[in-house]
């Protein structure tokens, strides 16, 4: 698949009050911040948003890809790619990230598409995931010289919801148009209580199984006549619960497996079911695969006379050794806030869990108190600050 070139076409901003007049070029970050939120982009997201986004980095001589894939219910999707080419053989660092976003739900103080500056806050939905952290990396970027080297930005509209049509999809465009990076930086919300007191160097594998048993239906009265599935199920979500997996390792937690549905489609009161089903959850780290994983839970069903009736592996388990990379994110992070990050690989799953298939990984952004709520907002020092911070870490990239 070859994502076609569209930095020719005529792009429309989606302009926020404070960018009204359409000849002026946002260049405060939280400007730029306000322009994405004020697109209406919950997940799957296509269209605005991405002229927004190219609408900034065109300007910035950034050579734009764009794709849209998908049917619903997962699509369709689109994806940005942007390169800006520096000396041949030079060093490439890449931006990635997401501009959808959740649902805003109900409840919210501002239209959450109705970016507003309250104070020290910008308030909207998208602010800290990750619109906020996109409009730091075009800030970042903006007085990198190219003979510095290459920089680009994969930018997908399918994070939130099941990325069947996102990262993994752009990553062929990136492979056809020659934009596999050395290193690159994800601006997930990874921050908790100050600016980057967190970096995360790896993720966690991701793994849900649904489970049945089968039985024969019959009257309460003659169980003789009748196989009752419950009571297996149980037996085998039991010995599941029971599973310790291991004992977590240097760099991540023990791993873990949570019972998420029991379901038995059985109205009646005096009828034994004829099936039963179950859906578990399995958070595993580095010390196993999803193959593994779904082998061991396949022979416990076995064991209960029950199946596996299908399985969703979102992610592997991965780390990013620390070394180099993260020790120039640690010392970006250092000499503008002042603070030390933790390496963690604590949480949930994100795009990094593809791209490290590229090369090496991190994450890095914004605090993450405010994400996927009612009323989310970003510190707008924070903003400039991190804007400085992958400003420093993309230099420092391109010259290792």
């Known amino acids: 698949m070859v994502l076609p070139d569209c930095a020719a076409r005529q792009y429309t901003i989606c302009l926020s009050p404070a960018m009204s007049d359409p000849s002026q070029t946002a260049t405060d970050v939280a400007d730029l911040a ?14 605005m948003v991405f002229d927004c986004l190219a609408r900034m980095l065109v300007p910035l001589d950034f050579e734009i890809y764009r794709s849209v894939s998908g049917e619903p219910p997962d699509g369709p999707v689109e994806n940005l790619i942007a ?12 931006f990635a990230g997401h501009l ?35 409009a730091a990396m075009v800030a970042a970027v903006r007085d990198i010289p190219r003979e510095a080297g ?8 399918d994070e939130e919801g099941p990325a069947t049509y996102g990262t993994k999809v752009m990553m062929e465009g990136m492979r056809n148009i020659q934009a596999i990076p050395d290193l690159c930086l994800v601006g997930e919300p990874t921050s908790v209580a ?11 594998g991701s793994l849900y199984i649904w489970l049945e048993v089968a039985g024969t239906q019959g009257h309460v009265a003659y169980p003789h006549l009748a196989d009752n599935p419950v009571p297996k199920l149980v037996a085998m979500l039991a010995e599941l619960d029971a599973l310790v997996l291991d004992e977590g390792t240097d760099w991540f937690q023990p791993s873990n497996l949570q019972i998420t549905q029991v379901e038995v489609d059985n109205p009646a009161a005096n009828v034994i079911p004829a099936l039963a089903r ?8 580095a010390l196993h695969t999803g193959a593994e994983m779904i082998e ?13 009736a299908r399985h969703q592996l979102s992610g592997e388990a991965f780390l990013t050794e620390p070394g180099a990379f993260s020790k120039m994110v640690c010392d970006a992070v250092e000499a503008e806030t002042g603070t030390v990050p933790e390496l963690s690989t604590s949480g949930g799953t994100s795009d990094a869990r593809f791209l490290k298939d590229f090369c090496p990984v991190v994450e890095l952004g914004l605090r993450n108190a405010t994400m996927h709520k009612t009323d989310e907002a970003v510190d707008l020092v924070d903003l400039e600050v991190l804007a400085r911070i992958y400003r420093r870490i993309a230099v420092a990239a391109l010259a290792s």
């Open 194 to 204: 100050r600016l980057g007191d967190t970096v995360k160097i790896g993720r966690r």
């Open 100 to 134: 959808d976003v959740v649902p805003p739900g109900d409840g919210w103080q501002i239209g959450p598409f109705a970016p507003e500056r309250r104070g020290e806050l910008l308030y909207g939905r998208g602010a800290v995931d990750m619109k906020g952290s996109i």
């Open 83 to 94: 390169i800006r080419r520096g000396p041949e053989g030079s060093r490439h660092f890449a």
């Open 150 to 157: 290459t920089i680009s930005f994969a930018i997908t509209g």
């Open 34 to 47: 306000e322009a994405l939120i004020a697109c209406p982009s919950v997940t799957p997201a296509t269209g």
């Open 296 to 308: 061991r839970v396949g022979e416990i069903a076995a064991r209960h006379g029950g199946r596996i």
């Open 278 to 285: 179950a859906r578990i959850s399995i958070r595993f780290n």
